[in-house]
């Protein structure tokens, strides 16, 4: 029987922790939300992922700019990650539009004067990031111990 060299044992569980490491987590890391709109009768928007699948069952607050703590309107995306509705142009103002879900989210402002809505002024907010990683506690664990384990093994000795 051979013993195997110190050195290959550890870089075989080196790959196989990091390996652990990457692929759990995948899914979430995969993509950002990103929002489309359309102005025919009503406002309509649409929110996808970086891969094209659509925000399914999103959630949608919209504020208007009267009252911008309280949400004017709640909803959620439909299957395609559309979401529809008309502010009131008896409230002009810069209108926030947000989309949220699983930490990924998109804010968009919709200007609106006492003629109604101006499509083409219509912009990504800078308000706040949403774009940011959603991690349960089992995916937050499994990672703070690979890394652990592996500076453990590769930390060199004095």
Known sequence: MTKEKPAVKKTLLFFALSLSILGIPA???AHAMQTNYVFLEELEFQSFYSDGEPAKN???LVYAPNNPDKPWIEGKTDEQGRFSFLPDNSIPGNWEVEFEQEGHGDILTVPVS???VDPDKISQSEKKDTHYLSLNLWQSLLIISGVGAIWFLFRKKY
């Open 114 to 116: 006492e003629k109604g």
């Open 27 to 29: 899914k979430t890391l």
């Open 58 to 60: 999103a959630n949608v």
